[in-house]
Structure formats: C-alpha cells, structure tokens
C-alpha cells in the first residue's frame, strides 16, 4: 500500500458558475477504503462477515458438550413390556429441552422430540459423572435412526412420545412427567 492512500479523505466540490457557491448536493466524497464501488466493497464485507459469524456459530454448536440429567418418575415401554435396564435422560438446558436420551439395555438413543427424528449414540461417546451423563451433541445426519410412526401428545400429568424403531421394528413409548407446578407456593 502506498503512502497516497493513506492519506485523509479527499473532498472536491463543485461550484456553480454563476453565483460561486457550493451546492450540498454537488459535494463528492471519497474515502480510500470504498474507492471505485463503495456499494459492491460493502456488500462484500458484510457477506464476508456473515459468513464468518455463521461458521463460528456451528462450529462452537457442534464442540458443545451436553450435560444430562436423570428423569427419575420417567417410564419406557417396549412393546408394551417395560424393559429390564432402561434409563432416561433430559438436557440441563431449557434450550435444549426438546431433546431426551435413553438408555435401552446396553444402547443410548438420543430422541429430538420437536424434528421427531431419532439418533444411535455410541457407548464410549457418554461420560458418566456420578448419576449425570457428559456427552457430545450427537444430531448428525450420519447418526440417525430409520423411525416412523411418532406421536407426542399431553397426557395429564406426562407428556407421552410414541414411535416405532425401524432397526428393531418395535413400538416404543417413554413418558416423561411435567415438573411440578409450583407457582401457589410463591
């Protein structure tokens, strides 16, 4: 870069011929930085800008650790048979509560009740810190779980999500109790 373009701005006016004075809208106002097409540079540095603040975001989404808490009153049916070692699990976020983990026997499913859309979590990815678990967040594309039939409705005191696996083909359903309402006690 030149010392030239370092310089202050340059403002030239221009004078009407008859009278010697500056009319406002004749003045012409060039700065280095926008010289030429100050519409299309300014473009430019706000795509740019977006660009950058989009990539940071997803990236700090995806390096996100997530803290799960047990749901203790929570019930899981499997085709109609409660399983012998099941768990079930809710974001210690609210943003997040859209999202419940559960433990079937030996293998974690990571429910996303607003996309009604199921992922497989692998066992070493969970990090059991006394009764919480520490976990990556896993909704990936690649980690997703042939499911149909889902149904989320109030049930009462629960609200109760019903769908059907498709690796197994069988109905599951996980009723999760609404907290207690304490807002008489305030």
């Not at 540079?41 to 940071?56: E, G, S």
């Not at 996309?115 to 997703?144: C, M, Q, W």
Request: aromatic share 10%; with cysteine.
């Amino acid at each position: 870069m030149m010392f030239s373009q370092l310089s202050p701005p340059i403002t030239s006016f221009k004078t009407n011929s008859v009278t010697g004075k500056v009319d406002p809208e004749n003045c012409v106002r060039q700065s280095f930085l926008f010289r030429g097409r100050p519409a299309s540079r300014l473009l430019y540095f706000c795509t740019l800008l977006t660009i950058l603040l989009l990539a940071a975001s997803s990236a700090r989404a995806q390096g996100e650790r997530v803290h799960w808490k047990p749901v203790n009153l929570a019930q899981i049916k499997l085709d109609e048979k409660t399983p012998l070692a099941f768990n079930v699990y809710r974001p210690e976020k609210k943003k997040d509560s859209h999202f419940v983990l559960i433990l079937l026997g030996r293998r974690y499913i990571e429910l996303d009740i607003k996309a009604k859309i199921a992922y497989s979590v692998p066992l070493a990815d969970v990090h059991k810190t006394g009764s919480d678990l520490e976990s990556d967040n896993f909704a990936a594309p690649s980690r997703v779980l042939a499911t149909s039939d889902w149904s989320v409705r109030d049930v009462g005191p629960a609200e109760l999500i019903k769908l059907t696996l498709g690796d197994y083909g069988r109905n599951l359903a996980v009723e999760l109790p609404h907290p207690p309402d304490l807002r008489a006690f305030y």
